[in-house]
């Protein structure tokens, strides 16, 4: 079984986030939730509710790591350009 849904996630910001998730169940019965857009960003739960909880939670677990990357990143990148 294959479902596709759409999930709003509210960011720490107060901003609402809507991504496309893929859920698939799995031959053990487990329901696998992926979230395309967000390159490893998978998770699981049996019975599909917990997937779905799952997965909210690993995007919002994601887009904090990449948050704080970003930051990190931007603050020790320097580069100097001759003109």
Known sequence: MRSIANLAIICSTGSIMKLRVII???ETGY???EAP???GCVSQGKPLQEARTNI???IAGWVAVMNRKAK???AHTTHEVAV
């Open 37 to 39: 857009a967000l390159p």
């Open 24 to 26: 698939e169940k799995d």
């Open 31 to 33: 329901y696998v939730a």
């Open 56 to 58: 909210r939670e690993a």
């Open 72 to 74: 990190q990143h931007h």
